[in-house]
Every structure is written in structure tokens, then in C-alpha cells.
């Protein structure tokens, strides 16, 4: 996992975790990265130092770590992980052959773009999750 200073066009400033530098550029291409506080797609890279640790005992979470653990306690405790079925639930819900419930589970990049193209609203999550089931 990588965490970025991201920028959108309207000078908004803002982090968000990837699980890569390559998956970041693909969301971004896609765009499937938008800025939290206007929700612009045009999203890039700020310059940013790398974090460097002068210790060796080991720091209290930062305020974001934080917030990204209660947001993956939430997930996990109000959605169902249907792992490699998402897209086909997710369809199958938006179309009203399934009954609609909070889910989270896997889909390649061009799957998730299909979805959000077709108007089905998903987003990517910024932790890797668990693979449970509720």
C-alpha cells in the first residue's frame, strides 16, 4: 500500500491509500479517482517526501490510519464480502433481479468502469479488505 498527496484541478488538496503507483495511474486513467471535496476526476500527484522514520519504536496511528480502520470496521460490519461475484451482484441488484444490500468484494479495473458507465454506483475502497462474509 502507497499513500499519495493527490490535487484535483480546483486546487483541492487531499490523501488517499493505493495499492500501488501503477494502480493509482489505472484509477486515475479511468476516472475512478476523484477529489473529496468537489469530486473532480482530474486528480494528480502532489510532491510529497517520503516518510522516514527516526526511530525504531514504532508511532501512534495517524489521524488518517485512524480513520481508514474505523472506515474498514464499518464496511466489514454493514456489508456482505462477495469477494470475485461483486460485479455480477452489484449488476444483478442495480437491475432488481437481487435485492439490494450493502456489499464489497473484487472487480478488475475495466469491470468497476463498466459498472460505474453503466450507472451503477461503486467506488473503490482505500484499504485492501478482509475476505469475510457477514
Known sequence: ??????????????????????????????????????????????????????????ASPKPLDAALAKMRAAVEKNAAYVGGSFVKQARDMHDGVIPERP?????????????????IPVMPLPFIPSKKTN
Open 1 to 58: 500500500m502507497i499513500r499519495f498527496h493527490l490535487k484535483c484541478d480546483h486546487d483541492h488538496s487531499f490523501e488517499s491509500w493505493f495499492q500501488s503507483g501503477d494502480a493509482f495511474d489505472k484509477l486515475a486513467r479511468a476516472g475512478m479517482v476523484t477529489c473529496a471535496t468537489c469530486g473532480s476526476a482530474k486528480v494528480t500527484k502532489s510532491i510529497m517526501a517520503p516518510a522516514v522514520s527516526t526511530s525504531s519504536q514504532v
Open 103 to 119: 456489499i464489497y468484494g473484487e472487480a478488475r479495473l475495466d469491470e468497476a468502469k463498466k459498472l460505474v458507465d453503466d450507472g
